[in-house]
C-alpha cells in the first residue's frame, strides 16, 4: 500500500510563508503608520520594565505561534498512526481467530467442529466485523458437505442393517426406516444456528445480490425452530419429519422441497417458492403464505389451520377439500383438489353442508297404472 502525504506536508510550508509575510507586513506597518513610531510605541509616560516585558511578549507570541501549529498538527498525526497501528492489530487478531477456527472446522471430533462454528459466531457478529459474507459462505458450505456425508453415512448403514437382515433369514424391508431414523449431528444445526444468528440488520447489507445456498441438502429430522432462512435457495431439500415451528421461508427458493410430516406451525412463506413441494401430512398451522408460489405443491391430509393464502398461487396443488374455506373463488377453481390418498376427486364437496339426496318418484294410480300398461301392450303388438 502506498503512502498518502498529509495535509499538513502541504500546508505547512504555505501556512508559513503567509505567517511570515503577515509578520513582515505588520512590522512595516508600525513603523510607517504612526507620525513618531518611537514615541508611539515607547511613550515616556510608560516605564522601561514595562515597555521591554511588552516586546517580549510579542516576539513570544510571534515567534511561539508557529511552534503551537505545528506541535498540534504533529500530535494530530501520531494519533492518527496509534489508531491505524491498533486497526492493524485488531485486524490480525481477527484473522488469528478466523484460520483457527477454519482449522477447528476440519477436525473429525464433533466437540471440536462445534467450537470451530461458535468462534466464526464471534467473529461474525463483533462489531469491527470484516468477513461476514466469508463466513456466510463457509456455513453455507459446510451444511452442504455434512449433509452429503450424513446421506452417504445413512445409505451405507441402511445398506449393513438390510444384509444383517438377510443373513438372518428375515427381509430388508427396514432399508427406508433405517435411513431415516438418526438424530442430525450437532455441528449441523449449530452451524445453521450461527448462519441465523449473524444476519443482523447492519450485516444484511453486505447480501446484496447474493443467494444463500443450501440447495439438494438432506437433512431428515433436523429441527431449525425460530432459524431466519430467507432468501435461501433451498430447492430439492429434504426436510422430511422436520421441525421448523416459527422458522422464516420468506423470500426463499424452496422448490421440488420435501416437507413430508414436518411440522411448520407458525412459518413464515411469504413470496417463496414453494412450486412442487411436498407438504403431505405436514402440519402448516397459522403460516403466512402471502404471495407464495404453490404451483403444482403437494398438501393432501396437511394441516392449514388459520393459514394466510392471500395472493397465493395455487394452481394445480393438491388440498383437500375440508380447507377450502381458507381460499377464494379463483384460487378455488385453480386447486387440484384430492382425498386423503392423495387421489383426485372430480368435485369440490362442502364439509360444511351434507349433499342433498336426489327424491323419490311418486307412484302412479293404479288405474293410471293399468291404463298406462295397457297402452305398453298395444304399442308392443304394432310394433311386432
Known sequence: MEDKTHWSEVMLPVMGVFYAFAVFAAAIMALTVPNDPLNFWFPSTTSGAETWR??????V??????????????????????????????????????????????????PIRVAGITKFGELGSAPENLRYMTIQKILCSFIRTRSEELKETLDRDAANYMMMNLRRGK?????????????????????FRVF??????ENRKYEKDWCHNFAKIKLPFVALPGYDLSGSAIWEANFLFGIFINTDFSESLLGLADFRFARLRGANFTSADLSYCNFAN????????????MTCAKLHEAI??????SDTNVSRA???????????????SQIRWVNKDGNPIPFIPDPLHKPLSPKP????????????????????????
Open 361 to 384: 318418484l311418486k307412484p302412479l294410480p293404479s288405474s293410471r297404472s293399468q291404463a298406462h300398461s295397457d297402452e305398453v301392450r298395444q304399442l308392443e303388438c304394432s310394433s311386432g
Open 54 to 59: 511588552n516586546i517580549g511578549l510579542m516576539f
Open 61 to 110: 507570541g510571534v515567534v511561539g505561534l508557529p511552534f503551537i501549529v505545528w506541535r498540534t498538527i504533529t500530535a494530530h498525526k501520531q494519533s492518527n498512526t496509534a489508531n491505524a497501528h491498533l486497526e492493524l492489530t485488531v485486524r490480525g487478531h481477527s484473522i488469528d481467530r478466523f484460520q483457527q477456527a477454519a482449522h477447528l472446522l476440519n477436525s473429525d471430533v464433533l
Open 318 to 332: 393438491e388440498i383437500s377439500p375440508h380447507w377450502q374455506h381458507l381460499f377464494c373463488c379463483s384460487q378455488k
Open 282 to 293: 405436514a402440519d402448516l398451522s397459522e403460516c403466512n403464505l402471502t404471495k407464495a408460489d
Open 171 to 191: 427381509e430388508g424391508s427396514g432399508n427406508s426406516k433405517w435411513s431415516y431414523a438418526t438424530i442430525i449431528d450437532e455441528d449441523i444445526t449449530e452451524a
Open 196 to 201: 441465523s444468528e449473524i444476519r443482523t440488520e
Open 304 to 309: 392449514l389451520k388459520e393459514s394466510n393464502f
